[in-house]
C-alpha cells in the first residue's frame, strides 16, 4: 500500500508542486554506536507497532537516550517475517519499531506518550493514513509486566477511543536492511515528505525538551 500511496503522491505533486513548496524538518543524524559505553543490563527495549515502521521509527531516532531503533516485524512466525509476505496482511505481523533506550534518561512512560500523541493515531482501526490491514494496527508489544500495566494504565487513563492492542512480545524479527532508518536517509520520499516529517514537526512542537541534538 505505501508504493501505491507514494506513486499518488508524486503525480499530485507533478501537478500542483505542493509537495515540495517547504523544507524538511532537521532531522537527527546517525545514531552513536552506544554498545561501546553500555552493557545490556544498562538498557530496556520497548516494541511499538503504529502504522508504517519508517514513521514511527524516523520519530523515536529524534529521542535523547533513545539509543537505537530498528524497523521489523512482531506477531508473526520467523517463517513469514518478511515485506512481500507481511503486506499480504495475511501473516499475523504488525509492522513494529524496536526501541532500545537508557532508562535512566529517557522512561517507558515518555515514550507511551510520544506513541499515542506523535508517533501514531490510536483510535484508527488497522489502519494509518493511506494504509490498510492488520499489519498496520496499532499495538503495544511489552516485554515485561512493568511495560504491560504502564501500558494499561495509559490507554485507560486516555479519554480517546483507543484501538491499541496490548500483546505480550514473542520475538521481533528484524525487517529488510533497506527499511532501516528510512526517514533519515530518505528525507525527500513522497510518502516520507507527506506522512512522516509532520510527525517530526508535531514531535519538535509538543516535546522540545525531549529531542536530541540534531
Not at 531503533?69 to 505481523?93: D, F, I
Not at 512512560?109 to 499515542?116: D, I, N, P, R
Amino acid at each position: 500500500m505505501k508504493y501505491l500511496s507514494t506513486i499518488i503522491l508524486l503525480l499530485t505533486a507533478v501537478l500542483t508542486g505542493s509537495l515540495w513548496s517547504q523544507g524538511s524538518p532537521e532531522l537527527r543524524g546517525p545514531l552513536p554506536e552506544w554498545k561501546d559505553q553500555y552493557t545490556m543490563d544498562q538498557v530496556e527495549t520497548a516494541v511499538f507497532a503504529g502504522g508504517c515502521f519508517w514513521g514511527v521509527e524516523g520519530v523515536y531516532e529524534q529521542l535523547k537516550g533513545v539509543l537505537d531503533v530498528h524497523s521489523g516485524y512482531a506477531g508473526g512466525s520467523e517463517k513469514t517475517a518478511h515485506y512481500n509476505m507481511v503486506s499480504s496482511g495475511a501473516t499475523g505481523h504488525a509492522e513494529s519499531v524496536q526501541i532500545i533506550y537508557d532508562p535512566s534518561i529517557i522512561s517507558y512512560k515518555t515514550l507511551l506518550e510520544v506513541f499515542f500523541t506523535v508517533a501514531h493515531d490510536p483510535t484508527q482501526l488497522n489502519y494509518q493514513g493511506p494504509d490498510r490491514g492488520t499489519q498496520y494496527r496499532s499495538a503495544i508489544f511489552y516485554v515485561n509486566e512493568q511495560q504491560r500495566q504502564e501500558a494499561e494504565r495509559y490507554i485507560k487513563a486516555d479519554k480517546r477511543d483507543i484501538v491499541t492492542l496490548v500483546s505480550p512480545l514473542k520475538k521481533f524479527y528484524m525487517a529488510e536492511k533497506y527499511h532501516q532508518d528510512f526517514m533519515r536517509l530518505n528525507p525527500d520520499y513522497p510518502y516520507i515528505r507527506y506522512w512522516d516529517l509532520p510527525k517530526i514537526v508535531e514531535l519538535k512542537a509538543q516535546y522540545p525538551e525531549l529531542l536530541a541534538q540534531p
